[in-house]
């Protein structure tokens, strides 16, 4: 019998293919990280330049080749991913001749020191996770792809985080200043604290001691949980009968019912306008109770129809077997096994409700019961200061955060509870 002698891995540094897709990679990273980093740095300091994103392009070219040569085990030591990080300074320093992001040295120093830092330290860590184990010399097919899915995913979680957070961070940073510091620099997103907690919040103090907005946040809330409670009371039993009952005209009916979100809003405006003006509901709260459920009644009667549907309906049939109508059946069985969806269905409508505008700007006219999304834009005029405007978006915007995160936790909860042993 012939023995096939193997030749065993190398322990040392290879260079081949996946030298160069880690050089490649890199070469992205460093790109990207720069561009997202020196961003943030001019939002903080004010101090805004160019990143030089080709430069980091470069550095991260080289510190790329430095970690695709190098043994796959090594790669996530911190001995290698300092050297790595330290080859990454030392050449962007060299390209940018010794401005790293665009300023000069004697330009917040300190902030660029720690930006440095950062742009290094992501940069070589997340280089490091994309190459995992890709090897320094001939690589599969696979590998290739494997590492290409596992850069796109890295670039594409910091871009897509960049993009939901730096809107954010520019509407609270913009929040907290006053009208003498947005005139003097309108791009400068750096915190003072020199006149204090109250000069700090001035245009969340003024925002509620002068334009009311204690009271939309009330008007807000009332609406939206009444649009929550109206909503359940219709969907559940709508969606309970075309889930489990039998009669003529169901099946059309089931697929007929989000054909209301074929019409846009904006389509149903006038008419409605028209209609409510006759009735006297137009500049009333009692109008827009009407119109919110309307429109989210068809979808969550859709999302419970679904839920209810994978119930065991033995479990249903065991009650009214033990003598539940099926109004007891629906309380005592149905509805606590469905409270996952219910909760999901509740924060959906919620925020459809909170943030809609469209209906509220053209049926609301009196100050007294503008909702939260009507008085935001009451704000948006010539008269009123930027800040109490992007004051105001962000109490529009934190509270639904805060609901979200206290009702994430039933989105997540399974139906383990309602499952039948066969």
């Known amino acids: ?41 001019g939002l903080i300091t004010g101090a805004f330049s160019a ?76 280089t490091s996770l994309m190459i995992a184990d890709l090897p320094s010399g001939q ?14 995913k890295g670039l594409g979680f910091v871009i897509f985080t960049v993009m939901v957070a730096l809107p954010f961070y520019v ?25 204090g907690f109250e000069g700090l919040f001035s245009s969340y103090i003024e925002l509620f001691t002068q334009f009311n907005f204690g009271r939309y946040l009330l008007v807000s809330f009332v609406v939206s949980t009444a649009t929550v409670l109206l909503t359940l009371l219709f969907s559940i039993p ?31 405006v006038i008419p409605l306008y028209a209609v409510f ?15 919110y459920p309307a429109t989210t009644v068809p979808v969550a009667l859709y999302m419970l129809k679904g839920y209810f549907e994978g119930i065991p309906a033995e479990l249903e049939e065991a009650g009214l077997m033990d003598g539940l109508t099926r109004l007891g059946v629906i309380i005592k069985i149905t509805l606590p096994l469905a409270l996952p969806a219910l909760a999901s269905v509740s924060l959906y409508v919620f925020m459809i ?27 948006n005029s010539s008269e009123v200061p930027r800040q109490h405007l992007m004051a105001g978006a962000v109490v529009a915007t934190v509270p639904v955060l805060i609901v979200f995160l206290w009702l994430e936790r039933f989105l997540v909860t399974g139906l383990t509870a309602g499952s039948v042993k066969g």
């Open 1 to 41: 019998m012939a023995v096939i002698e193997t030749t065993p891995p190398r322990d040392g540094f290879a260079f081949g293919t996946g030298t160069i897709i880690s050089a490649v990679i890199g070469a992205l990273a460093g790109f990207v990280i720069m561009i997202v980093v020196g961003v943030t740095l």
């Open 51 to 126: 990143p030089p994103a080709g430069a980091a392009g470069l550095a991260g070219l080289i510190m790329g080749a430095f970690l695709g040569a190098s043994p796959p085990v090594t790669r996530s030591s911190n001995r290698t991913r300092l050297i790595a990080a330290v080859f990454l300074v030392i050449v962007h320093l060299i390209a940018t001749f010794a401005m790293p992001f665009g300023l000069p040295t004697n330009i917040v120093p300190v902030w660029q020191v720690m930006a440095l830092v950062v742009f290094a330290v992501l940069t070589t860590i997340g």
């Open 139 to 152: 690589v599969s097919r696979y590998m290739a792809e494997a590492a290409f899915i596992r850069t796109m």
């Open 171 to 195: 509407m609270v940073m913009t929040s907290l200043k006053n009208q003498a510091q947005l005139l003097a620099n309108p791009l400068d997103l750096s915190i003072s604290f020199a006149g």
């Open 238 to 268: 709508g969606a309970y009968a075309v889930a489990r009952l039998r009669f003529t005209g169901r099946q059309a009916f089931a697929r007929s019912i989000l054909l209301i979100y074929m019409v846009p809003a904006i389509v149903l």
């Open 277 to 291: 003006s006759q009735l006297g509901l137009r500049n009333s709260l009692i109008g827009l109770l009407i119109v």
């Open 353 to 379: 409700a909170w943030n809609e505008f469209l209906f509220a700007f053209m049926f609301l006219d009196d100050p007294s019961i503008f909702t939260l999304s009507r008085g935001v834009v009451s704000l």
